[in-house]
């Protein structure tokens, strides 16, 4: 069973930094595209970026030049480096990876951008 648990959500003050991870088992890792959604309260989920297997990579217009999708295929896991945050990037952050006959998600992490 494909199981995605994220880490590294928190508090930061605006123009911080955080970088979330998202380690990924039960699944061949490396056959699959991984992204990254975020949603607030009464939002609709959106995308935020997305990486391929081959590791091109897709960004929202909202955080393009700040953030940046990665992924180590040898330890399973993709990663979003934020820079620069805004308040207006508080969220509900959600890794995800859809494998056509499923689509998985995580139970998503917290990101506070405020003073």
């Known amino acids: 069973q494909v199981q995605l648990v994220e880490s590294g959500g928190g508090l930061v003050q605006p123009g911080g930094s955080l970088r979330l991870s998202c380690a990924a088992s039960g699944t061949i890792f490396t056959r699959y595209g991984m992204g990254w959604y975020r949603q607030g309260p009464g939002k609709q989920r959106e995308l935020v970026a997305a990486?391929?297997?081959?590791?091109?990579?897709t960004y929202a217009g909202s955080v393009r030049g700040r953030f940046t999708i990665s992924r180590d295929n040898a330890k399973n896991t993709v990663y979003l480096q934020m820079n620069r945050l805004k308040p207006e990037d508080t969220d509900t952050y959600y890794c995800?990876?859809?494998?056509?006959?499923?689509?998985?998600w995580g139970r998503g992490t917290q990101v506070t951008v405020s003073s």
């Open positions: 995800n990876t859809n494998q056509g006959v499923a689509n998985y």
């Open positions: 990486i391929t297997s081959g590791g091109s990579t």
